[in-house]
């Protein structure tokens, strides 16, 4: 299918362009010049780039899913949550990744860190050829099938959501991870591993098998359960259950049967001490059946209701009812449909129908996950300690909420009709400006809850993911100046002025004080997007989004004529800081925008947002010859490899951290966007980003997941999902499509 109109297009090209709209001709030329140094460029000693530890996990084909030295690759995962926690779920039927019972809680189940110690729970067929995994439709309920000549099979994995409609008071929200497995043809045997590792493999744990019993009462209600169609379907509950108990959590895994017409199948659970010696604190269990054809049964992971509820008055056994029901297949087909349902709901606002709106939808039920619904935020990611080299130390713990996700998360939600989401992430970032620290700043993240200190520590025990340590729990850089984050916020709030509910006098109260703050500390160096962990400077990226914060502080208070007493210092300002960027951060010789003044030579993909907020024409000649040199590999001074970006050229920059890392996903979508700006006036360079667009779609995994980076194998770097990469893909979708449909 072409996107682009094709008439006339052989007038459009010379008899001597060689780039057929698949690449620019800058582009081209710089193939056929020999690989040097170009003009005040200099390859600089960093030996931390060079202190890559060998890792002690050989390559990892990443087209397979079997495991290789307990591993494995990260695009191998899907995920499941219900908008306080998520769990990985892998191709072979192995959750390998879970905190509980929020997004920044201690792990349980963590082999994703350490194939030994971390602790998962996986249910696999014995034998199987190959294996497809996907969600079912406008939804984040995740099927995993399994197929061989004997049998097919499928692991259906969610967590509990009840429908918005529901009477939470009756109906609440389960925190359950069901895993349900039904063999479609044949007659199937399966394996059942399931050994927690809690509080990041730190805590110890007993494990005991019980006898599930049931109280009189609950026998009554299973007995008046059967009123319901669906129970005269022969089906038994698991008679015994595994207790899995450290000293601050005590977790059960309890089942239930369905065996149509056949016999009732065997269950056989027994604990495992030998798990221990590999490192766990604590036994787990093993479990061994074989289901035959329409045969089904559904794992239930929880928290024991009774550790949580003391209380032994009237109140707490209606509690107890709500909260730990007898377990029928009603129940269990309720629970499902009520999360279908929910997601099917979801979904249904979305306004986007536009191109790529399948890969949009996805995106957008990602960033849902990720929404931790009590306060609205969105956390980075769900994951910490996933490397972004294989072997490397840059190991980051990323279940936070980064101010600077402000702007781009409101702006996703609400060009694709989650005006619902955008709102009650306004609610939580205003939260945060109603508790500025004393000298005016705003922390650069905070936890889901808005607690400002994350302090960090490495997990010595973890060996990390294939061997790729420390890693990382907490985040050092919660209390670094980066002056960016105002521009963003400020971006943030008035884009949510002018499509959503116009901003109160407090808000402006707070935006007022900002914006003073801005002009205040604009000029001094800090750590910017990046995070540097080294020198602070003045870098580009902070100034261009410094002079978005006065900007927006402009724009509202004419807007909305609020009372702006240092109207005229900040029109001074913002002035001042845009011939401050014109003037020291744009390198004349080589004609780009720089990283920062301080170094005129380091070419830097943050500068593309300058197009994306408007500081600068989308075609400046500028603006243009900074993405054409982006566009040429490291090695000739450039940034992109195989159309893929990295955030700055690892040869000549010191970031302060070492190790080496991946293209950054983000930074692609934005190269993209910024041509697709463009290429509303030059089909040339539109031609360009649909093509970079498209091959940067086949980065993400077999269930539309994008990662933070992109290793030059092609493999998935650094923690996963991440909601950035998410946030600039639909920016650059909603964006590309417009200008293509000539809007």
């Known amino acids: 299918m072409s996107f682009v109109n094709n008439s006339n297009r052989e007038e459009e090209y010379s008899s001597n362009d060689r780039s057929y709209g698949f690449q620019l001709e800058s582009e081209i030329k710089a193939q056929d010049e020999p690989t040097e140094s170009h003009q005040g460029m200099r390859y600089i000693a960093d030996t931390r780039r060079q202190s890559i530890k060998p890792t002690c996990c050989d390559s990892v084909d ?12 990260i695009e191998n995962y899907g995920i499941i949550g ?12 192995s959750i390998d990744f879970y905190c509980y019972p929020k997004f920044d809680s201690p792990s349980i189940f963590c082999r994703l860190l350490d194939k030994n110690k971390g602790g998962h729970f996986i249910i696999e067929p014995t034998s199987y050829n190959s294996h497809r995994q996907q969600y079912l439709p406008s939804s984040n309920i995740l099927v995993t099938r399994f197929l061989s000549d004997e049998g097919v099979t499928q692991i259906t994995d969610y967590m509990h959501i009840p429908t918005q409609q529901q009477r939470q008071v009756t109906k609440p929200l389960l925190p359950w991870i069901i895993r349900t497995v039904r063999v479609i043809r044949g007659s199937v045997d399966f394996n059942m591993e399931c050994c927690p590792a809690f509080n990041y493999a730190l805590d110890s744990h007993t494990t005991k098998i019980l006898p599930e019993s049931l109280s009189e009462n609950q026998q009554e209600r299973r007995e008046h359960l059967k009123m319901y169609p669906e129970e005269d379907t022969p089906y038994v509950p698991g008679h015994k259950k595994a207790v899995f108990k450290s000293k601050s959590l005590s977790m059960d895994l309890r089942y239930i049967l369905k065996y149509g017409e056949f016999d009732c199948p065997l269950i ?20 061994r059946f074989r289901l035959k054809e329409s045969q089904e049964v559904s794992f239930i992971f929880r928290q024991e209701p009774e550790s949580y509820m003391q209380d032994t008055s009237a109140k707490h056994w209606k509690n107890l009812a ?73 190991n980051w713990d990323y ?13 996703a939600f609400m060009r694709i009709g989650f005006t619902k989401e955008a709102e009650k992430y306004m609610q939580f970032i205003e939260s945060r400006c109603n508790d500025l620290n004393e000298d005016g700043s705003l922390n650069i993240m905070y936890s889901i809850d808005g607690v400002k200190e994350l302090n960090e520590y490495e997990l010595d025990h973890l060996e990390g993911y294939r061997c790729s340590s420390p890693v990382r729990i907490g985040n050092g850089a919660y209390n670094h100046l980066q002056l960016d984050i105002y521009g963003e916020l400020l971006d943030s709030v008035y884009f949510y002025n002018k499509h959503g509910t116009p ?3 407090d808000m ?5 004080k900002l914006v003073n703050y801005v002009c205040d500390h604009y000029h001094e160096p800090d750590m910017s997007i990046w995070e540097v962990r080294g020198t602070k400077r003045q870098f580009t990226y902070s100034l261009i989004m410094c002079w978005v914060a006065v900007d927006r502080g402009l724009r509202l208070a004419e807007k909305r004529v609020f009372p702006c007493q240092d109207r005229n210092r900040w029109m001074e300002t913002r002035d001042t800081i845009y011939e401050l960027i014109q003037t020291k951060c744009y390198n004349k010789e080589s004609k780009f925008f720089t990283q920062c003044i301080e170094h005129p030579n380091a070419l830097d993909a943050s500068t593309l947002i300058m197009s994306l907020v408007f500081f600068i024409s989308p075609t400046d000649p500028r603006l243009i010859s900074t993405i054409e040199r982006m566009l040429l590999p490291p090695e000739k001074g450039g940034l992109v490899v195989n159309d893929l970006v990295f955030r700055y050229n690892y040869l000549t920059t010191d970031d302060g951290v070492g190790g080496l890392e991946g293209a950054f996903s983000m930074c692609t979508f934005w190269l993209v966007e910024a041509l697709a700006r463009a290429g509303k006036y030059d089909k040339k360079l539109l031609r360009r980003a649909v093509v970079m667009f498209e091959k940067m779609l086949s980065y993400s995994n ?26 600039s893909f639909v920016s650059a979708a909603y964006n590309l499509d417009r200008v293509l449909s000539g809007l």
């Open 62 to 73: 990443i087209r397979s899913s079997i495991r290789k030295n307990g591993y494995l690759p």
């Open 82 to 93: 219900n908008l306080r926690t998520v769990a990985l779920c892998g191709t072979d039927g």
């Open 268 to 287: 056989e659970i027994s604990i495992d001490k030998d798990y221990e010696k590999v490192g766990l604190k604590g036994p787990g269990i093993r479990g």
């Open 322 to 394: 709500v909260h730990d029901p007898p377990l029928s297949i009603s129940l269990m087909e309720a629970l499902f449909r009520q999360t279908a349902l929910f997601w099917q709901n979801w979904t249904e606002a979305c306004t986007y129908k536009g191109r790529w709106r399948e890969a949009v939808i996805r995106s957008a039920l990602t960033l849902k996950l990720l929404t931790y619904e009590p306060t609205g935020a969105v956390v980075a990611s769900p994951t910490f300690g996933i490397p972004e080299s294989i072997g490397g130390t840059r």
């Open 399 to 411: 279940r936070y909420v980064w101010v600077r996700d402000a702007s781009f998360t409101v702006y």
């Open 503 to 505: 901003i109160s006098y």
């Open 508 to 512: 402006w109260c707070s935006v007022r």
């Open 702 to 727: 077999h269930v539309g997941l994008f990662s933070e980076e992109v290793a030059r194998s092609g493999e998935l770097l650094g923690n996963f999902p991440q909601a950035f990469t998410h946030i």
